[in-house]
């Protein structure tokens, strides 16, 4: 790139589904961002009329059923033509700062595939949304006080160096919801490519915040039963069948465990997402890998 990378050089992916309550949030930092690309995954509330009225230069992709997180930031990605693609959850707070910042970070580090920043949580305290690779081993020590290689970063917000991502592949449609990311990730640092955290670089992450619609005790099932899910498909996957058989029921056992007390002190959001964490172990079963 000849020029310094600016916002011209970015499409923002973002990918909904009943957000409408965070488009607000989101509309003021994509304001000066010409590229945006709003993926929808069937909402049933004011998510399209929301992003129609306060992002009105988005291009807005219309799923007619919800095809899933990694599935949805696909469609989007294989249609980005510019040199950078942010993914952003709407749940997210982004400034414009944020965004010149990782934008400096890929300038210095032009082999880099993914570029994070540092999430700050509803409170404003610093999230350690990065490690090192789990399947190598567990990460300890304080948190990174410059730009620095890591193993995984969260996919809540991440800066995509596209010419690098299209050589190792985008996300792994096996995946619902949940480790879609940490599967990218492995799969990024196994092409001997670089994740760099640019912790100088901090994005406001409201978490869980992206989803309500009109059957909240409903969402809370889907995600219990999905990080299950995908929580042995990446054993399956990374690992070997003996381990995940043994995850498996170790998890389903500590779940019917959890059962008792949870309907004896009943929290109606606890109790869905943990009936789906049961109802996901118990249904499983490891489908064929279709990295994109």
Same mark, same amino acid.
């Given at each position: ?22 488009? @607000? ?23 399209? &009329?929301?992003?129609?009225? =306060?992002?009105?230069?988005?291009? !807005?992709?219309?799923? %007619? ?24 959850? %709407? ?5 414009? &700062?944020?965004?010149?910042? !990782? ?9 880099? @595939? ?27 020590? %304080? ?13 809540? +917000?991440? =800066? ?16 619902? =919801? ?35 619609? *009109?059957?909240?005790? #409903? @969402?809370?099932? !889907? ?16 690992? *070997? &069948? ?22 004896? +002190? ?10 789906? #964490? ?8 490891? &489908? ?5």
């Amino acid at each position: 790139m000849k020029h310094p990378p600016r916002a011209s050089d970015v499409t923002v992916v973002i990918v909904t589904y009943n957000s409408a309550h965070c488009i @607000a949030g989101l509309a003021p930092g994509l304001a000066s961002m010409p590229h945006v690309t709003v993926v929808d995954n069937a909402s049933n509330d004011d998510t399209v &009329a929301e992003v129609e009225r =306060l992002i009105p230069q988005a291009k !807005l992709v219309r799923n %007619p059923r919800n095809l899933g997180f990694g599935a949805a930031n696909n469609l989007a990605l294989r249609e980005v033509t510019t040199p950078f693609a942010l993914l952003l959850n %709407p749940d997210c707070l982004p400034e414009h &700062a944020a965004l010149a910042g !990782l934008l400096e970070t890929a300038q210095r580090f032009p082999e880099a @595939a993914i570029i994070a920043p540092h999430l700050l949580g509803r409170s404003g305290k610093l999230e350690l949304n990065y490690r090192w690779s789990g399947l190598h081993w567990t990460s300890r020590g %304080p948190a990174a006080e410059g730009p620095c290689c890591v193993g995984f970063a969260c996919g809540a +917000v991440m =800066l995509f160096n596209m010419e690098v991502m299209r050589e190792v592949g985008l996300f792994d449609e096996d995946f619902f =919801l949940y480790y879609e990311d940490e599967d990218l990730c492995h799969r990024v640092l196994a092409a001997r490519r670089q994740i760099i955290v640019a912790p100088h670089v901090t994005v406001q992450h409201l978490s869980r915040g992206s989803v309500r619609g *009109n059957s909240p005790l #409903r @969402a809370e099932f !889907l995600r219990g039963f999905h990080h299950a899910q995908s929580k042995l498909i990446f054993t399956a996957k990374h690992r *070997n &069948a003996g381990r995940t058989a043994r995850l498996r029921w170790k998890t389903l056992a500590l779940a019917l465990a959890t059962l008792p007390p949870r309907l004896l +002190v009943p929290a109606p959001r606890h109790l869905a997402r943990l009936l789906g #964490r049961i109802w996901g172990l118990c249904v499983f079963k490891r &489908a064929p890998s279709r990295n994109a």
